[in-house]
């Protein structure tokens, strides 16, 4: 529920409740309601006192606990960004490495499998590192397809980690020459 809409809701549940219990109170003593009673005028004050701290404190916790979530979400959406980033760095490191040495026979980017095999059978990537990048691939696939939420912020954050090792390792075989 937006905050306005929970603060006002709390505001109007305070005015109500204030005027019941000065409609009670007046009726407790004999008054009519037409002429309020001292008291009566004493509990509502009260009681609308009380019912606008919690309005504002609750909206206030409800903000706080709005921003964290807002928070845990742009860290996920920025990590998400980074490694798709990541990705087209790779594919293009192995690209221009693939061309480098004459191998490209069409301008076509490579696939993410193209690149996992070129990296494996020129022993630049080892098993671990082909694992890593098959993790990190599948928690990339599934926020190009729209699944950001289906990735566990851990997840993501190995994925970032195996993915920028492994841009590192195709950087460091392109400047190599292998």
Avoid: C
Wanted: hydrophobic share 45%.
């Amino acid at each position: 529920m937006r905050l306005g809409l929970r603060w006002a809701i709390w505001a109007a549940v305070a005015v109500v409740g204030t005027i019941a219990v000065a409609i009670a109170v007046n009726a407790a003593t004999g008054s009519s309601i037409d002429q309020w009673s001292q008291t009566a005028s004493i509990v509502s004050a009260v009681i609308a006192f009380v019912g606008l701290v919690v309005a504002t404190t609750s909206t206030f916790f409800a903000q706080r606990t709005t921003n964290a979530e807002d928070k845990a979400r742009l860290d996920q959406e920025q990590l998400a960004f980074r490694l798709i980033h990541t990705f087209a760095d790779i594919e293009k490191e192995v690209s221009l490495g693939y061309q480098q040495k004459g191998r490209a026979e069409s301008p076509r980017p490579l696939s993410l499998r193209e690149v996992r095999v070129i990296m494996a059978d020129a022993g630049i990537w080892d098993d671990q590192d082909q694992i890593g990048f098959d993790l990190a691939t599948r928690a990339r696939n599934a926020i190009v397809h729209g699944g950001l939420e289906e990735v566990e912020p851990l997840d993501l954050r190995y994925a970032n980690e195996k993915a920028e090792q492994l841009l590192k390792k195709a950087q460091q075989a392109r400047r190599r020459g292998d």
